[in-house]
């Protein structure tokens, strides 16, 4: 549980550090995992002020990710994770409504190291992201994710666990 605490209050120093210089945005999930059970996530996203590759196509951007999230099972004790990412984005358009993909790889850390059948092998876990939505104006988004959760072979079991999510974003 220490080392959940600790994961934490890095993300949040980075992220704090971050959103000094960039407002922040709010974003709430909520969808299932591959063996059906409930996910809730809550998130604090600072978009990065800078963006490569920027043609009449689009631009590449990102954002650093911290979230919660509330895995709710029937057949296992309903667990807590933490955890923080650093996300590409390719955005398409100039317009006022942009059609965007994702990808990211950050760490996650959970209260259990247990979701459903799955074993995780260990509290700490990475993060591997990919998704795709639609950005409005006025910083309000929608969209889809899928995210995976396994410890890449550091120790045994490493069963990992996938969740497939539906997202909106809002600035604060």
Known sequence: MMRLFSLAAIAALMLGQSVTANAA??????????????????????????????????????????GYTYWDGKDFKDNHSLSFAPVFVYEFGGGSIKPYIEAGIGVAAFAHTQIEGNKLGSSFNFEDRIGAGVRFGGGHELGVRAIHYSNAGIKEPNDGIEAYTLNYRMPL
């Open 25 to 66: 945005d709010l974003s709430f999930s909520a969808g299932e995992t591959g063996e059906s059970s409930q996910v809730y996530r809550i998130g604090l996203q600072s978009n990065w002020d800078k963006s490569w590759f920027q043609t009449d196509v689009g631009r590449l951007t990102g954002y650093w990710d911290a």
